[in-house]
Each structure stands twice: as structure tokens, then as C-alpha cells.
């Protein structure tokens, strides 16, 4: 079976999780400390807080900037519920903004839109961009545009993209918004099982979710206080040791990734120009976590995924529309998200792995030609 991904997690990494195991400092410590200074170097942002998950981090984020109930926020309809998730928690209104359909992100135009369409009470208070999938949103534009807006980048999918990048390692997604968060969960490249990283140039952002993190607590030279309610979202020292062994190899497994992403769109261009599908937009500082294509909407993704799996190959669904998920149906009334609406009922998301052959892109590419080739279509499914 080709899974959809899986972890590169190699024997020197089970060799450093062994060791934290067997010293008994299990909670944060060195590692965590040595974690956030590697990732806090890499992306070149100032301070950064370990977190136990991305949407912990998003989380942590919407409350060290104060938005709660009678605050909005504008988030991307196609994206994992997470990130509405998290505004919604914190007791604010998430206003779904559509995306492009080759980026699959939120653009200003998008954003104009939902805007000049919202005709709630609240104010917008945030912009929570998502780098989908890895694909780089120009931070800097969306700032320049609405600098009344703070901008959380939700970066879960996004460690080592690039944003105006020629080459790997410059302007790195993550460095401009007022915080940036990233998940380590195992569907991402980097992963520590469970966990995520909050950065930012403001210490003062950083210093407070790091109170909120660790139960409120603030430390100084007369011991500990708890100077406000907080949680327990701390990522743990053998989590840390994990991570801190894969980062390095990070760049080089971007790379290989992009080079299977150019077998996909070379490969795929007859089922393009036989209009049975679209592509993903290509970016230089793209970091391809995933990489989803567009079915027509004659042909029913369900079928295609269940008949890739009869070749030995694992496939999904791209994201959510967050419009059509249950607790979120009330907040689309009204509102006009075409584009989001038929990439999360048509997105299909292929196996991507740095750890992957050409030979194995190559022989999924084949297994769907076949299968679209067999005109699996929704007026098949309606038909038995």
C-alpha cells in the first residue's frame, strides 16, 4: 500500500526519545528549550513557545491577543476545522472567506468580499490566513492592505515554505504575521506525534502564551504566581528530542518533495487537457505537505478513492468546507463561497512523501488514469 504519507522518522530519532525516556525529565526541559531555539533560528523570527498541538497554538494565539465574544475574525472556508475551531472557542464570530481555486488560499480579493458581504455586529478584529497545504500567502501584501487587522498565520501545513523565495531558506512562512503557528501532528512533515510552535517578533505575544500554556504561572526571583487562568498545553521533553533530530534533514526533504511534485504535474497534464482534473498552483517556496487535485464534478471522489485503495494506494479528501460541517451551517447563511464548496467536495489529496520513489508518483499517476479513465462518475453513483 502507497499510504497518502507517512513519518520519516529514522532509528538515531528513537535512539534520542530513548534516552529522554530513561533520564526521568519527561515534562519540559533541555530538549524543549534546545527545540524552540533550533525552530526560532530556522524560520529567523526572534522568540517562539512549544505548544502540545497547532490548535493549541491557534488557540493561545486568539487569547494572548485579547479576541473573545463581540470580535471577529475572517478565516479561509476551505481549510481543517481547527482553525475555525479555535475562534469559536474563544467566544468570537469566524467569518468564512472563499479561496482561489488553483492555491486553494484565501486571497485580498477574497477577503474584500467577505468583508463588504458580513452583515453582522461584530468587529473584525483578525485575519487568520492559512498557508494550505504548504502554499505561501503573501503576508506582507495582506498587512499592507488592512493594517487595523492582526494577522495569526496558521502555518500547521507550512514549516520551510517560502514566501518570494528563488531558493530554499529565504523569507520563510511564519516570520510576519503578529504570530504564526505549526503543527507537528504525523500528517506533517516534521512531527513530534502530537505538538506545535507559537513564534513571533513581539515578546510580549510570546511571554503571555507562555504563561497561558503552563497554567498561568509567571516565574521571578521570590518562586512562582499565577497571575492568570491558564491551561496545560506544554509539549513534552521526548516530543522535543524528536523533532530536534528531524529539523535538520527538514530542507532536504522539501526538496524531494518538489521534485516529486513536478512528476505529478508532468505526469498529470493528459488528465488535464482531457479536462479531468485541475492542479495545484506551483510555487518556488512551496513545501507540498500535500498535494491535492481537483476532480471534475462528473466524476464522484468517493468511488475514485475507494477504487484507488483496490490498486494498494491510500487517498483523501483535500480539507473541509468549513460551510457545510455541522456547527458551522449557520454561519454560511447567506454567503456566496462557490469556489471552497466544490474543492472540498471534489479536492482529492495524492500520496506525498519524501521518503517516496519517482517510480511510485508515477505508478499512482497510472492507477487514476486508469480509474477516471473507466468513467466513474456521480451519474454512475446515482445510478446503482
Known amino acids: 500500500m502507497i499510504k497518502i504519507s507517512k513519518p520519516n522518522i529514522q532509528p538515531e530519532d528513537i535512539n534520542r526519545v530513548i534516552e529522554v525516556l530513561q533520564s526521568g525529565n519527561l515534562v519540559h526541559g533541555l530538549n524543549c528549550d534546545r527545540f524552540e531555539k ?25 487569547l494572548a491577543l485579547d479576541i473573545g465574544s463581540g470580535d471577529a475574525v475572517l478565516v479561509p472556508n476551505f ?98 504575521g503578529d504570530l504564526a503557528c505549526f503543527s507537528f501532528h504525523p500528517r506533517k512533515m516534521l512531527t513530534t506525534g502530537e505538538g506545535g510552535l507559537v513564534v513571533s517578533s513581539n515578546l510580549d505575544l510570546i511571554q503571555r502564551i507562555k504563561r497561558l500554556k503552563s497554567h498561568g504561572i509567571e516565574r521571578h526571583s521570590q518562586g512562582i504566581d499565577f497571575v492568570e487562568a491558564g491551561h496545560n498545553f506544554r509539549m513534552t521533553d521526548f516530543q522535543a528530542a524528536l523533532g530536534l533530530g528531524q529539523l535538520p534533514k527538514l530542507d532536504q526533504w522539501i526538496t524531494k518533495r518538489r521534485t516529486l511534485v513536478e512528476i505529478y504535474q508532468k505526469e ?25 487535485i481537483v476532480l471534475a464534478p462528473s466524476f464522484n471522489r468517493n468511488q475514485v478513492i475507494q477504487e484507488l485503495r483496490k490498486h494498494e494506494i491510500e487517498s483523501n479528501i483535500g480539507a473541509q468546507c468549513i460551510s457545510t460541517i455541522t456547527h458551522m451551517q449557520d454561519y454560511a447563511i447567506g454567503t456566496d463561497l462557490p469556489i471552497s464548496s466544490h474543492i472540498g467536495q471534489q479536492g482529492l489529496a495524492l500520496p506525498m512523501c519524501e521518503q517516496y520513489s519517482h517510480e511510485e508518483v508515477k505508478l499512482v499517476v497510472r492507477s487514476l488514469s486508469k480509474i477516471l479513465g473507466s468513467k466513474i462518475s456521480n451519474a454512475d453513483i446515482n445510478q446503482e
Open 38 to 62: 533550533a525552530l526560532s533560528e530556522y524560520l529567523g523570527v526572534p522568540y517562539a513557545s512549544l505548544v502540545s498541538s497547532g490548535t493549541a497554538a491557534l488557540y493561545l494565539s486568539l
Open 79 to 176: 481549510t481543517f476545522p481547527a482553525t475555525v475551531n479555535t475562534v469559536r472557542l474563544v467566544g468570537a464570530e469566524p467569518i468564512l472567506v472563499d479561496v482561489c481555486s488553483d492555491t486553494y488560499t484565501m486571497s485580498a480579493a477574497n477577503i474584500e468580499a467577505a468583508l463588504e458581504s458580513y452583515i453582522g455586529s461584530a468587529q473584525v478584529k483578525a485575519i487568520m490566513p492559512v498557508h494550505e497545504f504548504g502554499y505561501p500567502i503573501d503576508i506582507a501584501d495582506l498587512k499592507s492592505r488592512y493594517p487595523q487587522f492582526h494577522i495569526i498565520e496558521d502555518a500547521a501545513c507550512a514549516l520551510g515554505a517560502s514566501t518570494n523565495a528563488t531558493k530554499l531558506g529565504a523569507h520563510k512562512v511564519g516570520t510576519q
Open 268 to 292: 498529470l497534464q493528459p488528465l488535464v487537457i482531457q479536462k479531468h482534473l485541475s492542479l495545484p498552483k506551483y510555487h518556488v517556496g512551496h513545501s507540498w505537505q500535500s498535494f491535492m
